[in-house]
């Protein structure tokens, strides 16, 4: 993929430093900060999980193949007409 990744590293009790901080200065000026220790901790945690049991335990109603046609057709190909709209973030 041609990724130039930086050399140098910050220590996790370092952003964690600098996190606290920043939470210090957010609660004595009453002004909300982009960093935060709660988004350092959220930064640095692993986010593997094992779904093994996920797997174990669910059957699938119907193939993925055929999910995926149901899914655009209603979504794309024939839409309902009605008035209701979904927003979403």
Known sequence: MDINLPK????????????YGF?????FFGKKTLISSVRVKK?????QFDATKAHNSFDAPFPLKE?????????????????VLFYSE
């Open 8 to 19: 140098q590293k910050i220590p996790y009790w370092l952003g964690m430093i600098c996190g």
């Open 23 to 27: 939470d210090l200065f957010s609660f």
């Open 43 to 47: 930064f640095c945690a692993t986010t």
């Open 67 to 83: 999910g995926l046609f149901k899914t655009l057709d209603f979504e794309f190909i024939n839409p309902k007409q009605d008035d």
